[in-house]
């Protein structure tokens, strides 16, 4: 699942600087909406993913079953916390 396919087909756009901030309330709750449908490990991970740098991904407990898939996740927040600078 490409990111730029994920936000088209959720926001209408790659560019997210361009989503009102109803279309984009819209395209997270459809987002956490399929995340909750989804059986394919890989494609909910890429739907986590996305709603996680959306800051709209729920817990780990609940999005992953599988104790691999949360520790993917963590890894993957803990290497996204590294690569963004520090607001101090």
Do not use: C, N
Request: aromatic share 6%.
């Amino acid at each position: 699942m490409d990111l730029d396919d994920q936000m088209r087909r959720y926001f209408g756009t790659a560019d997210l600087a361009t989503v009102p901030a109803t279309a984009m309330a819209a395209g997270i709750e459809h987002a956490r909406v399929d995340l909750g449908l989804e059986r394919d490990r890989a494609r909910r991970f890429a739907l986590w993913t996305l709603l996680f740098m959306l800051d709209a991904a729920p817990d780990l407990d609940v999005a992953f079953k599988d104790p691999a898939d949360r520790d993917a996740a963590r890894q993957l927040m803990e290497l996204s916390e590294r690569l963004t600078p520090d607001d101090d």
